[in-house]
């Protein structure tokens, strides 16, 4: 389609005669204020299970940092130190085994859990308990071993973490979903075709299977690159 001198002459001004900024600015303008409402609305499950981790991890920094109870404290240096040392002496196909099967049981819940009506509290209490070892771990290697344990938090465990950890929030969402919309028919709201919508349920929780295992494979990685440089 051909172009009039004056539609071209309005064309040439808008993308190399208007100030860049403003041209940027222009094509990022914010959301209306009703879309971005209905973008977090539609987020929600996301954005709570994402809380629910956040406030276990603090929760769990907190409670080591303020613990009065050396004992435990004793046993979780044991339990970190018996980690290392098993890490530092397996192979590396062995410790992404080990890595994938404890993850596994997380987002195992996850899928069960969002089978059931009354799955929602199990769902919603797994990233708050996955946060809540994390931030004991986390939060008692930086009180007791300063910046050795600040590098072990970032070159060892928080790789593997972030994507475990991610994988697990959305297996969450998902068994959310899947559990509201049981509970949903089981009143007789909502109808649903079962077998289409559990193949669909069970092909995306095999999607967060296989980025499990990557996210285990990069924990072995890492663990075996970094180990050495490392002693409790």
């Known amino acids: 389609m051909l172009l009039s001198c004056e539609e071209a002459k309005d064309l040439y001004i808008f993308y190399f005669e208007q100030d860049p900024l403003e041209f940027y600015f222009h094509e990022r303008r914010p ?4 879309m971005l409402v209905d973008r977090i609305a539609s987020s929600w499950k996301l954005i709570l299970l994402t809380a629910l981790f956040a406030a276990g991890m603090a929760f769990g920094a907190v409670s080591v940092k303020y613990s009065a109870n050396h004992e435990w404290l004793e046993q979780l240096l044991q339990l970190l130190q018996e980690y290392s040392t098993i890490r530092n002496s ?3 196909f ?3 085994c080990n890595s994938l099967f404890s993850n596994l049981i997380y987002l195992s819940v996850a899928f069960i859990a969002g089978l059931c009506a009354i799955g929602f509290p199990f769902l919603a209490l797994a990233p708050f308990l996955r946060g809540l070892g994390l931030g004991a771990v986390f939060g008692y290697l930086y009180s007791t071993k300063a910046l050795a344990g600040v590098g072990y938090c970032m070159l060892i465990l928080l790789p593997g973490a972030i994507l475990s ?6 297996g969450c969402r998902e068994g959310i979903t899947m559990s509201l919309d049981v509970f949903a028919v089981m009143n007789g709201n909502k109808t649903l075709d079962s077998y289409h919508n559990f193949r669909l349920y069970c092909a995306r929780f095999g999607i967060l299977l296989i980025l499990l295992a990557c996210a285990a494979l990069a924990d072995a990685l890492f663990a075996k690159a970094f180990s050495g440089f490392f002693h409790f």
């Not at 959301?31 to 009703?34: E, F, I, S």
């Not at 950890?165 to 959305?170: D, F, V």
Request: proline share 6%; charged share 0%.
């Open 94 to 96: 062995s410790t992404m």
């Open 165 to 170: 950890t991610a994988t697990l929030l959305i």
């Open 31 to 34: 959301l209306p204020n009703g």
């Open 90 to 92: 397996q192979s590396l």
